[in-house]
Nanobody, 124 residues
Framework: QVQLVESGGGLVQAGGSLRLSCAASGRTFSNYGMGWFRQAPGQEREFVAA????????HYADSVQGRFTISRDNAKSTLYLQMNSLKPEDTAVYYCAGRITRTAAATVSLYAYWGQGTLVTVSS
């Protein structure tokens, strides 16, 4: 069993930055790929960014490419999402997710473990 706990969400003005963290416990963090997803009110959960077990390979949604950076610290069992140049359309609950394999993936159904989410609100 894996437990994932997100933190770092909050209210920020457009153009600002936030850094989300996801603390993992219960399994060897470095053994699996991780991702960030988000869900806005009334919308389906969507892919934001993903990273493989080593941090070597990353993938981003087109909507965040160049503004967001996913990273991980395997020694601290923590996943990060640095979000810059935030826009009102980035407002959503952000979820950390873990796979049971080492690779990165952009599909919700390929993730076995999920955190409870952290709310990010970007005001215009």
């Amino acid at each position: 069993q894996v437990q994932l706990v997100e933190s770092g969400g909050g209210l920020v003005q457009a153009g600002g930055s936030l850094r989300l963290s996801c603390a993992a416990s219960g399994r060897t963090f470095s053994n699996y790929g991780m991702g960030w997803f988000r869900q806005a009110p009334g919308q389906e959960r969507e892919f934001v960014a993903a990273i493989d077990w080593s941090g070597t390979t990353t993938h981003y949604a087109d909507s965040v490419q160049g503004r967001f950076t996913i990273s991980r610290d395997n020694a601290k069992s923590t996943l990060y999402l640095q979000m810059n140049s935030l826009k009102p359309e980035d407002t959503a609950v952000y979820y950390c997710a873990g796979r049971i394999t080492r690779t990165a993936a952009a599909t919700v159904s390929l993730y076995a473990y999920w955190g409870q989410g952290t709310l990010v609100t970007v005001s215009s």
